[in-house]
């Protein structure tokens, strides 16, 4: 377990997580900043990802191994196939931050033109870390949770469902403490998806 004085360094020399929307087409605003998709305008996540993250299992060995590709290549289409569908929002979070989240992430992240693949972890960035808590592990805020999880979930701990698990990870050069973090990872009605820095939504 990484001590608290080694992850208050770690936490602030991370880059924001929302750099991936160079991957994903971070925007899906138009020219007047108020384009976004609904769930209802775009496939199932479960059934446009399922084929793409066959080699993923749902467990942590799953979670491992595709933390590991996206470090490595980054595809584009494994990256896309992390896209939450509206009923993972309300699978993950309470009804009213469920809409909130979907319209934060669509609105900021997730757009509708892919990027090139470029890998997750910068160059040198070979060791990867992970870590892992329950939801209901992250609303009773315990210290396994403190101590490897980013400060901002406590602001949305109450906005969580219990049952199911979150994972988070970075990409560190052999020795070094720092590096690449990311969060959010969850294994949700069969599939992988991405949900970043969830107290990100408060602030709209």
Known sequence: MRSSSSWRRWRLSVGSVFGIALLVSCSAAGKD?????????????SRSSSRVQDPYPGDEKGARALMEELGESGGTGLVRSLRPAAADYHALFQPDFARQAEAFYEGSLWGNSPQPPRPWAKYGQTEMRMWKATTDDIRAWTPVVRANFPGGYAQVKDRFKAGLTVYTWDYTKPGDERGMAYNGLVYVNGHWAFFPKPWYVLRG
């Open 33 to 45: 900043g108020d384009a976004e998709t609904s769930g209802k305008d775009r496939p199932s996540a």
